[in-house]
């Protein structure tokens, strides 16, 4: 069964500066993989999503993803964040061939400071 | 084209009771998919209908169950509440599920207080 680790529970940063929120995932067949982004009172919304092909992904408001598969990570980056950026963040895997029900890590925190 | 909705969005129960929460998919949509969220134990997958049917069901006991009509629409039911049920409840709906590829969209949840 695959599972998630998102290495940091809680990110702050200054406005401007650039983030990257890390997830590390464990799988023994190959995966699929999810950043959704989670605003105060609000649903889940996809970030991007990493399928095949390019291993760096991007994705809506700036962001983007690298996969690394010999680090097995999915790393989440944005070169200068916003105000509007402060939210939850959450890392998720499917593993190809089973269901499509994707595991998620347990979220980061990022706040971003005036 | 309208998002997912969730209905209530509060709700506040004492231990014992029961609770049914709602949930309409985007228009067109056949996939409805539960989860719970919690600060302990993050987001878990409670289960997913597709086409009237429960097609795949997380590690929760029996207390929770679910339902989908005929329209998609998806109802969850919790019977015998515990404090430990306290959580965001989070519906997502997709086209036709059953493909890692494809997006599924969240609803606003419903955030249910046991007391």
């Known amino acids: 069964a695959q599972s998630v680790t998102q290495l940091d529970s809680q990110v702050p940063v200054f406005e401007e500066a650039p983030v990257e929120l890390r997830c590390n995932y464990s799988s023994s067949v190959s995966v699929y993989l999810f950043w959704y982004v989670q605003y105060p009172n609000q649903g889940l919304q996809l970030l991007l999503k990493?399928?095949?092909?390019?291993?760096l992904v991007k994705g809506i408001n700036g962001f983007e993803a690298e996969f690394n598969k010999s680090q097995t990570s999915f790393h989440l980056r944005k070169p200068s964040v916003h105000i509007s950026d402060t939210a939850e963040y959450f890392c998720?895997?499917?593993?190809?061939?089973?269901?499509?029900?994707?595991?998620f890590g347990r979220g980061t925190s990022l706040i971003v400071h005036p | 084209k309208a998002g997912v909705t969730q209905t209530p969005r509060y709700l506040i129960k004492t231990r014992g009771q029961q609770v049914t929460l709602s949930c309409s998919p985007i228009s067109g949509h056949r996939s409805v998919s539960w989860y719970q969220q919690t600060p302990g134990q993050g987001l878990q997958f409670l289960f997913e209908y597709f086409s009237e049917t429960q097609r795949n069901k997380g590690n929760f006991p029996g207390r929770f169950s679910g339902r989908q009509f005929s329209n998609s629409r998806s109802e969850m039911n919790v019977s015998t509440l515990e404090l430990g049920d306290s959580a965001l409840y989070l519906c997502?709906?997709?086209?036709?599920?059953?493909?890692?590829?494809?997006?599924?969209?969240f609803g606003p949840g419903t955030r249910l207080l046991v007391l």
């Open positions: 998720a895997v499917s593993e190809a061939g089973g269901s499509y029900i994707p595991t």
């Open positions: 997502a709906s997709s086209l036709e599920g059953g493909s890692v590829g494809e997006t599924q969209y």
């Open positions: 990493y399928l095949s092909g390019s291993t």
